[in-house]
């Protein structure tokens, strides 16, 4: 294991076409917010976009903002503004590093898309806790700001089976934000501007899957670290013609991969799931360690957090209902339990990564005994990394190398 | 190759805190070992080391049939070797070496800590480390030893005078040195204070994971402080087993790899 071999990363030759495709979602953005050309909404990950899309706003995922504060590596040095203001460094480092930004009135959209010169003021905040309560005091915060409306779903959570009572709840809360966003808008929600809108977002989450799946192929055409990449946007376009687009030519190329037997990971000894979030600052480190043992992350509850089979254009409010509330992250341990060892099955894995990250207890799935369940039910070893996803006060670079490496000699020599 | 034909195996653990180098035989016996503070300078100090053992096993460079390095500074051994293995792997190749049967080996090093799970064949089924934090390692005991004022290598018998152990709440370090600096304010013995510290060192080792049936510990705490192991008999209610160096474990694990490297 030789420390300074590098690794040749192979680019995916899509990228520039989603590159391109990202730059205009952006400047378009950037122009509503500018001109007061269109109303822009601010919208959680997985948060009602469809309708948001279909009343004609412009709409803003503040958690991709989020992630490219982190991968951008600005996220760290952000993060204390916000907590000077009495947000803990124990919470979301998405909000934090994101306020923090807003407070030092800089944004990496600044470096990437020459003339924008700061995030797109919101004229309404929509969020669902489906994920967790501090999207909710995070769009608050802005709410105060600029006095605008920060409206939302409060989403049950930690549900087994979705049930009727359940789809009920969020479809009637979904319905309830249709007068306000009209108020906002100014103008009426056209169902069938929504169903076209719903049947594009399936569509997208559709192709998007597909795209994950050919990870199932010996080697992997495509790696976790490549997907937090291209799920771009299926975050920030889907319900859009652009995103079905670009899926389908990513997909055309990783199918080619496959028929070509052409491997993300040169010489792939072992393969590897991805549980929780992202390290942002550390995405091209971690991938280049794994790569530099042969080992390929290949799949990830992360990447497949954007594929919503149930969305169903003849019936989009409780469809979107069923979708969001469908989601990994809302579901009890004994749902993720079993949806993991579905995942093995399927990815044919050698082992699984758990990301402890410390300020995201919601998507650190590695807290109540779930990896050692896990490992008992399937003989799959596992390892947690302590980290987290933006503030990377909380990581350690020698203690991430030395437990990869260890892992991954752990699973090499097992066989 | 010198003229007394002797081949030898070197494994060198360069660790934060120390390097240890071990030279075994063929056999697979330890002949040759040496210890120094890694300090700033990892490849002279693994040279010191190097030479030290070789000359403890009475062998010369040219009689090294395999070498191999392990341990934080592991890249800084190019002058002998470019082969290298985590730590966690050479605990277990010698760990297994030592006691060939299922064990849970608990290591408890200057920086960090580790347990590591062997099946009957050797294969390493699990490993854990602890989170980036001192409590715990080598570097608590460390701050404890500079707050208490007294030197690190009495810690061990001044353990052993103590008659009622104070035990400490916290598992943060800064939080430790607080109650540690509240009990010497109000006059308690400080043989007390040091037994509860080492209980706060097993403490936080017992919480990482579960143990198999048959225990080993090592790692230079423990050479150091065979409190530690007696300590941990008494918590998990049966025998911790030790091998002769436990400080030279990480590095007899390196040099059974190059053994095996080279065909043996």
Known sequence: MADEVQVPRKKIQATDLMNEIMAAYFYDLNEAAISASRKVAWCTSVGPAELLRAMGFAVYFPENHGALLGASRMATDMIPAANAIGYSPDICSYLTSDIGAFLRKTTPLSKAYPGIQSVPKADVLVFNTNQCRDVQDWFAWYGREWGVPSIGITSPRNIGEVTEIHIDDVARQTEALIPKLEAVAGSRLDMEKLRETVRLSRECTELWNKVLATATAKPAPITFFDGTIQMGPAVVLRGTQQAVDYYRVLLAELEQRVRGGIAAVEHETARIYWEGMPVWGRLRQNSELFARLGACVLASTYCSSWVFPSLDPQDPIRSMAKAYLELFIVRTDQYKEKYLQDMIEHFAVDGIVYHDAKTCPNNSNCRYGLPQRLEAKTGIPSLVLSGDLNDMRCVSDEQTKINVEAFVEQLVEGR | ?264
Do not use: W
């Open chain 2, 1 to 264: 190759m010198s003229q007394r034909n002797k081949a030898v195996y070197v494994g060198l653990d360069i660790g934060s805190s120390r390097t240890k180098v071990a030279v075994i035989d063929a056999a697979g016996h330890l002949i040759g070992r040496a210890v120094k503070k890694s300090g700033t300078d990892f490849s002279s100090t693994a040279k010191v080391c190097l030479d030290a053992a070789l000359q403890m096993a009475d062998a010369a460079t040219d009689d090294v049939a395999g070498a191999l390095s392990t341990g934080y500074g592991r890249g800084n051994a190019r002058f002998i070797t470019e082969e290298n293995k985590t730590e966690i792997g050479c605990l277990a190749k010698a760990g297994y070496h030592y006691f060939p049967e299922p064990i849970t080996i608990i290591d408890i090093g200057g920086q960090d800590n580790k347990i590591v799970k062997i099946d009957g064949s050797g294969q390493r089924t699990s490993f854990k480390m602890n989170r980036k934090c001192a409590a715990g390692t080598g570097a608590f005991l460390e701050e404890m030893a500079s707050r208490l004022d007294v030197p690190l290598e009495e810690m061990n018998g001044i353990a052993r005078r103590s008659e009622h152990m104070i035990k400490l709440g916290s598992y943060c370090t800064v939080f430790s040195a607080t109650e540690v600096l509240d009990n010497i304010r109000q006059g308690k013995n400080v043989a007390d204070i040091v037994k509860g510290v080492f209980h706060s060192v097993i403490k936080r080792v017992l919480e990482m994971d579960l143990l198999t049936e048959k225990v080993v510990m090592s790692g230079g705490v423990v050479a150091n402080n065979p409190f530690i192991v007696d300590m941990t008999a008494e918590l998990i209610q049966r025998p911790v087993f030790v091998s002769e160096y436990p400080q030279f474990v990480g590095a007899v694990g390196a040099a059974l790899y190059a053994r095996e490297a080279a065909g043996h």
